[in-house]
């Protein structure tokens, strides 16, 4: 018996691409990719939110702890508070690269502003994206609806069956 490969092609369906270019407008060869038919992409960008927002109040905290500590010389360059702010905004880039990226997949955060780290990223993440949003149809309704038409079929309707069985317990009641 001869040894056979084979392959397979997937097609992506509902995909939005959104191609990476630089300042000069160049291709950078990335791109970030959204299945529109993800039912946790909304969910995604809210936790990607709230914990962005969660990491930056915790660095303002901590900023303002660390500033009203006494200081005392570290071993070589920095004081102990002046490390303790680097180790803090290191800690806190990591963890916001991290919140975006359980948004837009894996290296998403990279793929879009490379090594540059800001408590702003995420913002300014959201304003490059907002009129991408709009054509993607990023909406609570708009997912909803292409959900609802992605089982359109009625007999295989998942909510149309509970809907009918709902109604059906309702007049058996009565």
Not at 7 to 34: A, H, P, R
Request: aromatic fraction near 10%; hydrophobic fraction near 35%; charged fraction near 30%.
């Amino acid at each position: 018996m001869n040894n056979t490969v084979s392959s397979i092609t997937v097609k992506k369906k509902n995909v939005y691409t959104i191609k990476i270019m630089d300042e000069n407008g160049k291709y950078t060869g990335n791109k970030l990719e959204f299945k529109l038919d993800d039912v946790d992409l909304m969910l995604k960008l809210e936790k990607a939110a709230e914990e962005v927002d969660k990491i930056k109040n915790n660095i303002k905290m901590q900023q303002v702890i660390i500033s009203k500590r006494q200081d005392v010389p570290g071993k070589y360059v920095l004081s102990k508070n002046e490390q303790d702010l680097y180790n803090l905004y290191s800690n806190g880039y990591k963890n916001i690269r991290k919140a975006i990226d359980n948004f837009l997949g894996e290296n998403g955060c990279q793929k879009v502003f490379g090594d540059t780290n800001s408590l702003e990223m995420f913002d300014d993440l959201m304003e490059m994206l907002k009129p991408e949003f709009s054509k993607m149809g990023l909406s609570f309704e708009n997912l909803k609806n292409r959900i609802k038409s992605k089982y359109s079929d009625k007999k295989e309707n998942v909510i149309w069956y509970f809907q009918n069985m709902l109604k059906s317990m309702v007049k058996n009641i009565k």
